[in-house]
């Protein structure tokens, strides 16, 4: 449930409930309220009972179950307090006084007759089992529908970008962008009525994509689970004596991490699992490295899972993380790509959005698509009652500092395009940036992945024709890249920048890796499906194979150009004499401290320095004087946090302590 105050909700004033005692007493009683007549006592409770059913009723308009449940919360506190059987009588003192005032809502702060009271507390039940009543019987009769729009003249575009920017009841699966060019919109049966109006209205091509979008997720959650359920199911791995993975099916987060720290234990070698940020909801972003011990290389950052419903992404980034670890040993093609590559690779950057996704058929929560941040709820109370509602989650890519909040975003916390607070508001980007940053230099291509539409992007993505100076290469190297992807199964990808080939949109990962950190190769690959293809956020399983695959062949044409563009005689130099008694892991630090050194297999063979078994250690590490111990790079803090000292080749002689 969300961390909503249920005293919060149940004030229908907008007013913060003081809280009662530990004992659950409550505070000193108030002097008594002047007495009011008959007609104002009427009029206060009836205008109590219509602010509480109006309450209840929007309250169940929004989005979140979690909502409904506060609010029922709120009203069982208030029948507690006002259920005579329970000592209700108790409210009253001797001389007509409420004795608990704090102890309620603020709509109910009044002085009332015994029996005004009864009444009141009776109407406020019932209106909320009303409500209850109307949410269900609004639920069960609430479908989804997606529909494809094909705009032909300028007017048509126009009306579906203002739908898109400021309608927060649609939710765009494909944005507008031109005359000609398909928008996919799911509705509800809220929406619908009034987006088909104005389509005939306007008379725009339109027609059904999905009837009833809840009952595709439910076969596709039933194909899953019988494709779990067969033989053919139950391993899927290129390495003959790689960790059981099924990589064609979708996974959980507790899947993928429990997969990742597999990997770490099983390739000590070439794999490290570090978490680079936690989330709104208490999960750890985590990160995994691949990469040998050779110094003086490049590195690639990948991420996946950016939006929550775009399940296809992670998996894609899974299947690429399982072809570099698990083949380097008899695959020379991936040994040459970690040998002189580092990988930086998040595969879900948004667990708490994704996890929610998977939690419920409801087309609201699977094509969820923003993170799980706190609610956002109106300043006003009318707005409230008038059913503009709290809302949470801010759409991550949008977040990030680069021409923040400009184009194609919303200040609206209800849109699926809310672009947060401020730039970098969110603990999700905030991982990325700080991790990035920290390796500014070293990371020579940014790719991140989403869904859908079958398009390749490099920079600028905030407006049209805005490129930046090394265009050329960039354009020339996506289209070897898109060319090595269509090799392989005849998928076409368009090239271009997300604003020439979709719509403008600021506040976009690769924009902000490629204009403020300066990173190279900075791409964001729409997967498949393609435009046309009907089933967009709701790819079945049985493409993941084929997507990672093709995809795969697309990144490795970039990293050869990575290879081949850094310079070989640049670079940190290597000062350190490798010790005898020296760590082999850069996480040794981190893996020691979390009690490791008794548990995993080989831990003291991998790390002996950290689990104190050097011999009294004197260790033999070579260390520079006092006096001619500096740093050599400004990210020396940020690496002995997350305990990469070992991955700073040398260069962080006095923050890392290697000073005699």
Same mark, same amino acid.
């Given at each position: 449930?969300?961390?909503? +105050?249920?005293d919060e909700e149940a004030s229908m004033s907008g007013e913060r409930l003081r809280s009662l005692g530990k004992d659950g007493s409550c505070p000193p009683p108030h002097p ?8 104002? =006592? ?84 019932? +209106? ?79 027609? =059904?994509?999905?009837?009833? =979008? ?39 987060? +507790? ?76 695959? %020379? ?87 947060g607070a401020t730039p970098f508001s969110e603990p999700e980007t905030r991982a990325v940036r700080d991790f990035v940053s920290s390796r500014r230099g070293s990371i020579h291509?940014?790719? %991140? ?180 111990? =500096? ?30």
């Amino acid at each position: 449930m969300d961390s909503v +105050g249920v005293d919060e909700e149940a004030s229908m004033s907008g007013e913060r409930l003081r809280s009662l005692g530990k004992d659950g007493s409550c505070p000193p009683p108030h002097p008594p309220i002047r007495t009011l007549d008959r007609a104002n =006592v009427n009029m206060i409770f009836v205008r109590s009972f219509i602010l509480v059913l109006s309450h209840s009723l929007s309250s169940i308009r929004q989005r979140s179950p979690a909502t409904l449940a506060v609010s029922t919360t709120a009203f069982l506190r208030l029948q507690r307090f006002l259920d005579l059987s329970k000592g209700g009588r108790e409210l009253f003192g001797r001389d007509g006084a409420i004795q608990s005032f704090n102890c309620l809502p603020a709509p109910l702060l009044f002085y009332f007759s015994h029996l005004n009271m009864i009444i009141v507390s009776r109407l406020c039940i019932i +209106g909320l089992f009303a409500a209850i009543e109307f949410g269900a019987s609004e639920n069960a009769a609430k479908s989804f529908t997606v529909y494809r729009f094909t705009p032909t003249t300028n007017d048509q575009v126009e009306f579906l970008r203002t739908q898109f920017q400021n309608n927060s009841r649609l939710d765009f699966w494909k944005a507008p962008t031109q005359i000609g060019a398909e928008v996919h919109v799911m509705a509800n049966s809220e929406g619908r009525e009034d987006l088909i109006s104005a389509s005939k209205r306007l008379n725009m091509a339109t027609e =059904v994509m999905i009837e009833d =979008v809840e009952k595709v997720i439910k076969e596709r959650a039933e194909e899953s689970t019988r494709r779990r359920s067969t033989a053919s199911g139950q391993r899927m791995r290129d390495a003959p004596n790689g960790p059981s993975f099924n990589l064609a099916q979708y996974h959980s987060f +507790g899947e993928v991490i429990n997969y990742l720290n597999d990997l770490a234990i099983r390739y000590p070698d070439r794999v490290h699992v570090i978490p680079i940020g936690t989330t709104h909801e208490g999960r750890q972003i985590p990160l995994i490295k691949i990469g040998t011990s050779k110094a003086n290389k490049p590195a690639i950052w990948i991420d996946g899972g950016i939006h929550a419903r775009e399940w296809i992404s992670p998996a894609v980034v899974l299947y690429m993380i399982n072809q570099l670890v698990t083949s380097y040993d008899w695959d %020379t093609r991936m040994r040459q790509l970690v040998d002189d590559l580092d990988w930086y690779i998040v595969p879900l950057l948004n667990p708490d959005g994704y996890e929610h996704s998977r939690s419920s058929t409801n087309p609201d929560i699977r094509l969820w698509r923003k993170n799980r941040s706190p609610l956002i709820c109106p300043q006003n109370q009318f707005s409230s009652i008038l059913g503009v509602g709290c809302c949470q989650g801010v759409d991550l890519n949008r977040n990030f500092d680069w021409h923040w909040g400009q184009t194609g975003s919303s200040t609206d916390p209800c849109s699926e395009i809310y672009q947060g607070a401020t730039p970098f508001s969110e603990p999700e980007t905030r991982a990325v940036r700080d991790f990035v940053s920290s390796r500014r230099g070293s990371i020579h291509s940014f790719l %991140t992945f989403h869904s859908y539409s079958q398009i390749l992007m490099y920079p600028f993505g905030h407006e049209r024709r805005i490129y930046p100076q090394d265009v050329q290469e960039l354009r020339s190297t996506a289209l070897d890249a898109a060319s090595a992807l269509r090799q392989l199964y005849g998928t076409n990808y368009v090239v271009g920048t997300g604003a020439d080939t979709l719509y403008p949109a600021s506040g976009g990962s690769e924009d902000w890796a490629k204009g403020k950190l300066g990173v190279k190769y900075s791409y964001l690959f729409e997967l498949r499906p393609e435009e046309h293809v009907w089933d967009g956020f709701l790819l079945a399983e049985n493409q993941i194979l084929p997507t990672s695959k093709e995809t795969f062949e697309a990144v490795k044409v970039i990293a050869d150009s990575v290879i081949r563009s850094f310079p070989k005689s640049t670079g940190l130099p290597s000062t350190v004499v490798s010790p005898t008694c020296e760590d082999k892991d850069t996480l040794c630090g981190y893996w020691s401290r979390n009690g490791a050194c008794t548990i995993w297999p080989n831990m003291r063979e991998r790390c002996p320095r950290s689990c104190g078994v050097c011999g009294g250690a004197k260790s033999t590490l070579r260390r520079k004087s006092r006096k001619d111990c =500096v740093d050599e790079r400004s990210d020396c803090a940020a690496l002995k946090r997350m305990d990469l000292c070992s991955d700073s080749n040398g260069s962080c002689q006095k923050t890392c302590g290697f000073c005699s």
